[in-house]
């Protein structure tokens, strides 16, 4: 592009923005404007504050403002200072805040000046009375304080001990206001506060009859007969109380005038008189009773009641607890128609009390307890034994309802307790707890323990509740049964001999003996309860011959034995077989050596 069509490119643009200007209202010339010096400052220095358009200046100030722009000047004087007028280049302008408009450099001057300052002369009259307090600082007195007209100071007056503030004086007008708001004037002044001594009253209190109460005083017990000062207006609060248990506190009497609070509150006016009255407490009867005779124990204050009437001194508190007897529960006092279902329970006397214990019967069950056997049972500490003669034996035993009722068995071997049974509930032989709720059987049975002696005539073996005993004619054993059982019996008979019968001898608790036969085999025999011993023998015959017959009934040795091993344990079984196998292994053993040199041989 050539020079000469750069240039024109150029002054195109220039026009066209000129030409832009022009149509948005922009002129060349605004952006010319004229500025202007404003210098503000005052007359006093720290007599106040300068704010200009509403912002606080540092003085002396000095700033452009444009042509035709509005400032706001507000002058705010110090303590002890007054704003008097601006001084705007040698015009006076009282506004304050002053709106000026800027056309011309200015120089501007917030003209003060110092407030008059006054004395006020403080004291007190009489001397010592009190002291005051200016804006809550105590003052030394007498005080001369230095003030701005118009200042607002308060004034507190403050007795000392036995005066009082009666007024405050400035020599024209008296003040009763305490603390007391006071405008400086435009002068000197002198405020005096007026006390004046408060009067002394004596005090005195005691009490009738002598040495029966106290008397408490604002808390404190005093010593009486008691007098002290108080100054006039002060309030005392008195209290009486009686010491003595057989009186009570009745009235005060102040300077012949009746007063039943108690504590009082007086204040002091005068001389004052004050006598606390007590009088004897009352005496009231309690009668004590209880529904139905013989149901329980009442006991009042700890003792047994014995007798109905009883005295109390009104105000003293009772105690009562009633006690019930077997078959009855306690159920309530009836105090003067007043119900308490408390027991213990404490009742205050104040006045005549008719007082019932009202007891209730319980429900009566009856147990009936029965004894099979010999042995004796307790039940809640009371033993009950069985009948000797007949082996059993019944009792009725009456219980009330709640009752716990303890069962317990007193056997001793050869005693033993085989069973209990309760409303046909089988139990464990112990002891047992109730509580009944309705009628109910116990049944005890108590069992003894038979010695049974066993023995054979002839050649044979007895199995005796499932144990083989082979014995010699010359020979027996012993066991054990248990009366009310059954014991099973069975004989093994040798190659050699038959069975032939049972020959059971019976000794019992009385001495008596009896003899039984019996045949079958196998057979069972029932043990009665009076039994005390049993003699069993096997009777077998010896036959000529010997026989191989084997039967089910009567069978040979062989059948003895194989009896004998089917009775065993499988675990005997085992150790019998494995002792059998390491008896034969040692014998092999021991035989080795000698087989082993005829085998070389």
């Known amino acids: 592009m050539s020079k000469k069509m750069r240039v024109q490119r150029l002054s195109l643009g220039l026009i066209l923005l000129l030409t832009l200007g022009i149509i948005l209202g922009f002129s060349p010339i605004a952006f010319a404007q004229t500025l202007y010096t404003v210098s503000v400052d005052i007359n006093i220095a720290g007599a106040g504050t300068i704010f200009l358009n509403g912002t606080e200046i540092s003085l002396p100030y000095s700033g452009q403002f444009e042509e035709n722009s509005t400032i706001v000047l507000e002058a705010s004087p110090n303590y002890g200072y007054q704003f008097e007028y601006w001084d705007v280049g040698g015009t006076i302008y009282y506004d304050n805040p002053l709106s000026l408009t800027v056309s011309s450099n200015l120089t501007i001057t917030a003209v003060f000046s110092e407030l008059p300052k006054y004395y006020i002369s403080v004291d007190v009259s009489p001397s010592g009375a009190g002291k005051i307090l200016l804006d809550g600082t105590e003052l030394v007195l007498p005080c001369t304080v230095e003030a701005y007209e118009g200042d607002v100071l308060t004034l507190e007056a403050v007795p000392n001990e036995g005066y009082r503030f009666l007024y405050w004086s400035d020599g024209t007008n008296n003040y009763t206001d ?34 029966v109460g106290k008397v408490l005083i604002d808390g404190v ?193 050869p ?118 011993k049993v003699i069993v023998k096997a009777v077998f015959i010896t036959t000529e011959t010997a026989t191989t017959e084997t039967t089910t009934s009567e069978q040979g040795l062989l059948d003895k034995v194989q009896s004998w091993w089917g009775g065993l344990s499988t675990t005997y079984r085992i150790l019998i077989v494995s002792g059998g196998l390491l008896f034969i292994l040692i014998i092999l053993l021991s035989l080795a050596p000698s087989l082993e040199r005829r085998r070389r041989r």
């Open 178 to 211: 305490n603390p007391l708001s006071f405008t400086v004037p435009a002068s000197n002044i002198t405020l005096v506060a007026y006390f004046e001594p408060i009067p002394v009253y004596v005090v005195s209190v005691d009490v009738t009859p002598s040495g």
């Open 415 to 532: 005693l033993f307790v085989d069973k209990i049974v309760i409303d046909g509930v089988e139990y464990e032989p112990f002891s047992v707890i109730l509580s009944p709720t309705a009628n109910s059987t116990v049944e005890i049975y108590v069992g003894k323990l038979v010695l049974v002696e066993l023995n054979v005539e002839g050649e044979g073996c007895i199995e005796y509740d499932g144990i083989l005993e082979c014995l010699f004619p010359t020979s027996y054993s012993e066991a054990v049964g248990y009366q009310g059982k059954s014991i099973s019996l069975k004989s093994y008979h040798t190659e050699n001999s038959t069975f032939s019968h049972w020959e059971i001898t019976i000794y019992d608790y009385l001495g008596n003996e009896e003899t039984l036969t019996l045949t079958d085999n196998p057979t069972t025999f029932d043990l009665s309860m009076k039994y005390d």
């Open 221 to 413: 017990e005093v010593s009486l007969p008691y007098t002290a000062e108080y100054y006039e207006g002060t309030q005392i609060t008195i209290e009486g109380i009686a010491v003595d248990p057989l009186y009570k506190f009745d009235h005060w009497e102040v300077d012949g005038q009746i007063f039943y609070d108690n504590p009082l509150s007086l204040t002091v006016s005068s001389n004052t008189t004050v006598l606390c009255v007590f009088v004897e407490k009352p005496q009231y009867t309690v009668s004590i009773l209880m529904n139905i005779e013989g149901a329980g124990t009442i006991y009042l204050n700890g003792q047994e009641v014995t007798f109905e009437g009883y005295l109390f001194r009104e105000g003293e508190v009772i105690t009562l607890e009633a006690t019930p007897n077997r078959g009855y529960k306690f159920s309530f006092w009836d105090v003067n128609g007043t119900i308490y279902y408390d027991n213990p329970v404490n009742i205050t006397v104040t006045e005549d009390l008719s007082i019932v214990c009202n007891f209730e019967a319980l429900p009566e069950y009856y147990i009936t307890l029965k004894i099979y056997g010999m042995g004796d049972v307790n039940v809640n500490g009371i033993t009950y034994s069985g009948d000797p003669e007949t082996l059993y034996k019944e009792y009725q035993i009456k219980f009330y309802e709640g009752e716990k009722v303890t069962i317990e068995p007193e056997v001793y071997v």
